[in-house]
C-alpha cells in the first residue's frame, strides 16, 4: 500500500518533469530546487496555523515563481538551459533553508490536507490512498484539457518547431516561461503532498528528484507507449508507480538504502537502452 501512495504522489512531480522534458525539450534542473521548496512553504506555513489546502496551493505558486526564473534567465538573460536550472536550484537551497528557519520540521502533530478524510470514517489504511487517487487523477484531467487548449497547443508547439510556431505569431519565449512555471508548480505541488504525507519537510528531500521524476516517465513510456495524450499522461503515473514498486522490491530484498540511487541510475539506464536495443534487433532480423 504505502508504495502505491508513494508512487500516486510522486506521479504529479512526474508530470512536471515531463512537461520540461518531453513537452518543451528543455533540460531542466530547478526539479531539485522545487521540490523542497515546495515541501518547504507548506510545513512552514501549516506549522503557523494555515489552512493545510491554502498552504499546498501557495505551495505551488512558489514553485510556478521558481519556474518563471528559470526560464527567464534562460530567455531573457541568454543563459544556457542547463545552467540556468542549476543556478535556480542552487539558490533555493539557500531559500529553502531561509523558509523553514532549520533543516527539518515535523509535521506529525499537525493537521494536513488528509485530516478531513480521517473524520469521514475512511479507514486510516486507505485514506492517504483515497485522496491521492482523486488528486492525481482530477491533475491528469486538468492536464489533458489544458495541453489540448490553443494554449496547449502552442507550448507543445514551441518544443516541437519553435521556428515554426514564432512564424505564427506566438512568443517562443513567454511559452517556454510559462511551461516552465508550470511544470516546478506541479512538482512543488507534489513536495508539499510528500511532506505532508510523510510527516516531515526536509531540506534534503529533494535530491535526485529528476532522476526519478525522468525515471517514471521512461519507465511509463516504455510499458505502454503510444501518442495519444490521455495514454501518455497514464503511462506517467504507471511508471511513477512501478519505479516505486522497483525500490520498495529491492528495499525487501535487502539492499542497503544507501544504494537506492545507484538503482535509481540502472533502472534509467536499462530503460534508455533496451528500446534501443530491440530496434536493433528487429533491423538486423528484417535484413
Do not use: H
Not at 530567455?75 to 542547463?82: A, F, P, Q, S, V
Not at 493537521?111 to 486510516?124: C, L, T, Y
Amino acid at each position: 500500500m504505502p508504495s502505491i501512495e508513494q508512487g500516486l504522489a510522486f506521479s504529479i512531480m512526474a508530470m512536471g518533469v515531463y512537461i520540461t522534458f518531453r513537452v518543451l525539450k528543455f533540460s531542466d534542473l530547478t526539479v531539485d530546487g522545487s521540490f523542497p521548496l515546495g515541501g518547504a512553504v507548506a510545513a512552514i506555513l501549516i506549522t503557523k496555523g494555515t489552512n493545510p489546502w491554502l498552504a499546498t496551493i501557495i505551495a505551488f505558486g512558489c514553485g510556478c515563481i521558481a519556474g518563471c526564473i528559470t526560464g527567464i534567465l534562460n530567455t531573457k538573460g541568454n543563459i544556457n538551459e542547463l545552467l540556468s536550472g542549476i543556478l535556480t536550484m542552487t539558490a533555493l537551497y539557500s531559500v529553502n533553508l531561509r523558509i523553514m528557519g532549520k533543516s527539518n520540521i515535523g509535521l506529525l502533530d499537525q493537521k494536513n490536507v488528509f485530516s478531513p478524510i480521517e473524520n469521514m470514517g475512511i479507514d486510516s489504511k486507505y485514506m492517504y490512498l483515497f485522496l491521492f487517487i482523486i488528486l492525481v487523477f482530477a491533475l491528469k484531467l486538468i492536464m489533458d484539457w489544458f495541453l489540448s487548449t490553443k494554449l496547449g497547443l502552442a507550448l507543445r508547439a514551441t518544443g516541437n518547431n519553435a521556428q515554426m510556431i514564432r512564424s505564427l505569431g506566438v512568443n517562443t519565449e513567454l511559452m517556454k516561461i510559462l511551461g516552465l512555471g508550470l511544470s516546478n508548480g506541479l512538482i512543488a505541488l507534489s513536495g508539499a503532498l510528500v511532506a505532508q504525507y510523510q510527516g516531515f519537510a526536509d531540506i534534503g528531500m529533494g535530491l535526485g528528484t529528476i532522476v526519478a521524476g525522468l525515471a517514471s516517465v521512461i519507465i511509463g513510456e516504455m510499458l505502454i507507449g503510444g501518442t495519444k495524450l490521455s495514454t501518455i499522461t497514464f503511462s506517467i503515473i504507471l511508471g511513477s508507480f512501478v519505479y516505486r514498486m522497483c525500490i520498495t522490491i529491492a528495499l525487501r530484498l535487502g539492499l542497503n538504502s544507501t544504494d537506492l540511487k545507484l538503482l535509481t541510475s540502472v533502472l534509467v539506464i536499462i530503460t534508455l537502452v533496451v528500446p534501443q536495443v530491440k530496434d536493433k534487433v528487429k533491423l538486423s532480423l528484417n535484413n
